[in-house]
């Protein structure tokens, strides 16, 4: 079974530019969660999706959205990008929503703001 | 707020030789404990996981850990480290009571080195 796919892998933009990275689940999988990496802050959760509704938000700036589709994709957007935005963008996919369901990453999208 | 301690940044030790990461989480409730490893350039990876019972736990990679409640720890062990587990290794706490979802918090990490 295929695992979690995101793209694209690596982004570049300028500040103000607004950014879309996408994320497809492993077959089957409903639940949909997104994480920041940084060096400063570490993991940080960013939003949690479950048949295409928002169950759970981190802390960060409206800027930050995201979405699920009815085939469970998801995508995160990043409006008016800073430069406190360069960071990899993890998505995790899970069977359900429930805690002690497993959660299982993509690679990751690095995205870089100049 | 749950949260997680990992205390060590850095690590390094011999190839062969034994292994303890350590982490101390905060969470009101019986946590649900993770352990994660991440190789440069890769997402994570799940090691090991506790929900309840049996407060030791095997993972993947000849990987345990042991869940301690009296001192709100997880620390990993191996014992016998591979050059290829030079990795950053990451523990994280889940929300156990209903409603939480499964949003991770994840602890700084630890980097691993091994020395061959």
């Known amino acids: 079974k295929a695992g979690v796919t995101q793209t694209p892998r690596y982004l570049i933009k300028t500040r103000g530019q607004q950014v879309t990275l996408s994320c497809s689940p492993i077959?089957?999988?409903?639940?949909v969660s997104w994480y920041q990496q940084t060096p400063g802050q570490g993991l940080q959760f960013l939003f949690e999706?479950?048949?295409?509704?928002?169950?759970n938000k981190g802390n960060f700036p409206g800027r930050f959205s995201g979405r699920q589709f009815s085939n469970s994709r998801s995508e995160m957007n990043v409006s008016t990008l800073e430069l406190g935005d360069s960071a990899l963008y993890l998505c995790?996919?899970?069977?359900?929503?429930?805690?002690?369901?497993?959660?299982?990453f993509g690679p990751g999208t690095r995205l870089t703001v100049l | 707020a749950q949260s997680v301690t990992q205390p060590d940044i850095h690590i390094t030790v011999s190839e062969g030789a034994s292994l303890e990461l350590r982490c101390n989480y905060s969470?009101?409730?019986?946590?649900?404990l993770f352990w994660y490893v991440q190789s440069p350039g890769q997402g994570l990876q799940l090691l090991l996981k506790?929900?309840?019972?049996?407060?030791l736990v095997q993972g993947i990679k000849g990987f345990e850990a042991e869940f301690k409640r009296s001192q709100s720890s997880f620390n990993l062990r191996k014992p016998s480290v591979h050059w290829s587990d030079a990795a950053e290794y990451f523990c994280a706490v889940g929300a156990s009571v209903t409603g939480g979802g499964n949003k991770l918090t994840f602890g700084t990490g630890t980097q691993l080195k091994v020395e061959l």
């Open positions: 999706y479950f048949s295409e509704t928002q169950r």
């Open positions: 995790a996919s899970s069977l359900g929503a429930g805690s002690t369901d497993t959660q299982y």
């Open positions: 077959s089957g999988h409903r639940s």
């Open positions: 506790y929900f309840s019972g049996d407060t």
């Open positions: 969470y009101g409730a019986t946590p649900y």
